[in-house]
Every structure is written in structure tokens, then in C-alpha cells.
């Protein structure tokens, strides 16, 4: 069993809305970095979005700047991915992994999130498809 589990994937029209959580088995996901990634049919994995674990500051890739918004919910031990105005180009299968080096080092956001291998626990993936 992978220690992370991402939940929310769905068949989604262009323009519409889903909201992706990230939850852990065993540990909690407060105070460490948490990303997201994305792997798009035909495609390499690519991060999207992070948050930091120190002092959650967040970091987007351009393309879903503005329209994904990633969080923490501290009651259901979460972090969730908002994802509004969604294109086609945004179906794949997401994942989230969560780094406990970053916020042992401080390791900012950009960099953390740019860094793959700062991640040291994954999740299985869950589906999106953005399909009319």
C-alpha cells in the first residue's frame, strides 16, 4: 500500500470544475511539502503545483496559474488541488508526494517543487479526463 492517496478524479466537460485531495497513510501531512504532478497521455510526469510545509507558500506552473489553487485542511489531514476552468489539455493522471526534506532543509517552493526526487512519498494517481 502506497503511503499517500489521491481521491477526486472524474470525467469533466472544458471549463467545468474538480477538486483532487491528498490524504496519508499512517502519518500526518501537516508541515511537510506537498506536490502535485500530472502526467498527460504520451507525456513525461510534470509538476503543477506545491505547497511548502513551512510556511505554505504555494507555486503554480504558468499554465494552470490562476485557475488551480492547492491547500491545506488541517481537520481532514488534506491537502487538496482546486481545479476550476479546466481544459482539455489538463487530463492525466495526478499525483501527489509529499517531501519531508524540504521542510526539514527549508527548502522553498519553486525549487522543491521543480525537484522530484525532493519527494519521498507517492500516491497511486488518480484520473482526470476534461472531455465534452
Known amino acids: 500500500q502506497l503511503p499517500l492517496v489521491e481521491s477526486g478524479g472524474d470525467l469533466v466537460q472544458p471549463g467545468g470544475s474538480l477538486r483532487l485531495s491528498c490524504a496519508a497513510s499512517?502519518?500526518?501531512?501537516?508541515?511537510?511539502?506537498i506536490g502535485w504532478f500530472r502526467q498527460a497521455p504520451g507525456k513525461e510526469r510534470e509538476e503543477i503545483a506545491c505547497?511548502?510545509?513551512?510556511?505554505?507558500?504555494?507555486y503554480y506552473i504558468n499554465s494552470v496559474e490562476g485557475r488551480f489553487t492547492v491547500f491545506r485542511d488541517n481537520n481532514k489531514r488534506t491537502v487538496s488541488l482546486q481545479m476550476d476552468s479546466l481544459k482539455a489539455e489538463d487530463t492525466g493522471v495526478y499525483y501527489c508526494?509529499?517531501?519531508?526534506?524540504?521542510?526539514?532543509?527549508?527548502?522553498?517552493?519553486?525549487?522543491?517543487?521543480?525537484?522530484?526526487?525532493?519527494?519521498?512519498?507517492w500516491g497511486q494517481g488518480t484520473q482526470v479526463i476534461v472531455s465534452s
Open positions: 508526494a509529499s517531501s519531508r526534506i524540504a521542510a526539514i532543509t527549508w527548502l522553498p517552493v519553486r525549487p522543491m517543487c521543480r525537484s522530484p526526487t525532493a519527494f519521498d512519498s
Open positions: 499512517g502519518f500526518t501531512l501537516e508541515a511537510l511539502g
Open positions: 505547497i511548502s510545509g513551512n510556511d505554505n507558500s504555494t
